[in-house]
Each structure stands twice: as structure tokens, then as C-alpha cells.
């Protein structure tokens, strides 16, 4: 596998003059009048929603470099072959259920058990709004490690559907292109991960006597 070391991108302040933070660097592509972004700007973007994603999606915290690793040289790897059809960020993320899939895969043949959860290691706890005082972040960090274990309750397609909407935002026809999937079973599936999300959520608070 081609070695490309994975680090958190420059911060936003670092970007040129009259480049609006969060736009793609674009290169043009040899005798065409298409462009397409580089991997720098790819990378910049897409880095923080593949961490968190992953994680979210069941990788154990000791494989999350690994994982993020294999998802940027794929990207690298591609990259020429990207035409601008769909977002970057979408499709990054098609690239993302593929190689989590294959991790999970793994996983099951090994007989590997459930990811556990930490505070330490969940990416919405590590990105707390820090003008939070002390509770806010501590609240915001159990509703976050809450989250990511009733996401582990879901189907796979359920689980990832269900990231991209109500988590990352992303609407059916990105998930769809994504996904690979009929936009129709794209708001079935997101249909049902709402219904069993919130029947998870009732029951753990049922267990816990947590509020709704």
C-alpha cells in the first residue's frame, strides 16, 4: 500500500487571501476545461468528516489511523478519476462505507465483539465547543457517547444512512450517490433508522431512567 502519512489539516487561518475557508483548491485538468481538486484541498476538507464518521461508524479507536489511512490513498489513488459529477465530500464518503465495510467484515471473521465507548476517544468529545463551561462539555460528551451507542444498535445501511442525515447533514440524492443506492430505498432505510433510533433512545432512557 502506498505510504501517505495522515495528520489533521493547517487550520483554517492558514488560508490564502480571499480564498473563503472550506472552498477546494482546483487545478486544471490537461487539455480539458474541467477541474478537479487537488489532493491537498481534498484532504483539508474531507479529513475531519472521515475521522468522526469512521469512528461513528464502529472503528475502534486503535484502528481509526489505520482506517483513515486506507480511505486517503484510495482517495489519492482515484482522485484522476473524480469528474465533478457529485460533491467531493460525497464522494469521499462512498470511498468511507466502502473501506469501513471491509474493516467490519474483518472484524466479524476474526469473531471481534462491539466496539466500547470512551470519552476520550469519541470524536464529538474531542471537538467540544470549548466557550462551554465545564457541564455544557461534559453533557455534550454524553450525548455523544449516547448517540454513537445507539448507532451501534442499527444495521450497517441503517447506521450509514442515518450519519449522513441527521449527523453530517447530507441530503438523499448525496447519500444516494454515496451509497450507490436507489434514492427510494435511501428514504426507506432513513425512514427506518429514524423509527429504530428513537425506539433505542426510549428504551435506554427507560433503562437508565434518563429523559427522552
Not at 490564502?16 to 482546483?26: C, D, F, I, M, Y
Not at 486503535?62 to 489513488?77: G, K, L, T, W, Y
Not at 466496539?115 to 453533557?139: H, I, R
Request: charged letters at 25%; a neutral charge; glycine letters at 6%.
Amino acid at each position: 500500500m502506498q505510504a501517505i502519512t495522515i495528520s489533521p489539516p493547517a487550520p483554517l487561518t492558514a488560508i490564502e487571501p480571499g480564498r473563503e475557508p472550506g472552498s477546494l483548491e482546483r487545478e486544471q485538468r490537461p487539455g480539458s476545461l474541467a477541474v478537479r481538486p487537488t489532493f491537498e484541498a481534498v484532504y483539508a476538507e474531507t479529513f475531519p468528516i472521515v475521522w468522526r464518521s469512521a469512528r461513528r461508524l464502529g472503528v475502534l479507536p486503535s484502528a481509526i489511523d489505520d482506517v483513515v489511512q486506507e480511505v486517503f490513498v484510495a482517495v489519492h489513488r482515484q482522485l484522476e478519476q473524480f469528474e465533478g459529477r457529485c460533491a467531493v465530500k460525497t464522494w469521499v464518503f462512498g470511498i468511507l462505507l466502502r473501506v469501513v465495510g471491509n474493516y467490519r467484515r474483518t472484524r466479524r471473521r476474526k469473531g471481534a465483539g462491539r466496539s466500547t465507548s470512551s470519552v476520550v476517544d469519541d470524536p464529538d468529545a474531542l471537538v467540544a465547543d470549548q466557550a462551554l463551561g465545564p457541564l455544557e462539555q461534559a453533557q455534550a460528551r454524553q450525548a455523544a457517547l449516547i448517540v454513537r451507542e445507539l448507532l451501534e444498535t442499527l444495521p450497517e445501511t441503517h447506521a450509514a444512512v442515518f450519519v449522513m442525515s441527521q449527523l453530517e447533514g447530507m441530503t438523499a440524492p448525496e447519500i444516494a450517490e454515496a451509497t450507490a443506492t436507489n434514492l427510494n430505498t435511501v428514504y426507506s432505510r432513513l425512514s427506518a433508522a429514524k423509527r429504530d433510533f428513537s425506539r433505542a433512545l426510549e428504551l435506554r432512557a427507560a433503562r437508565h431512567k434518563d429523559p427522552v
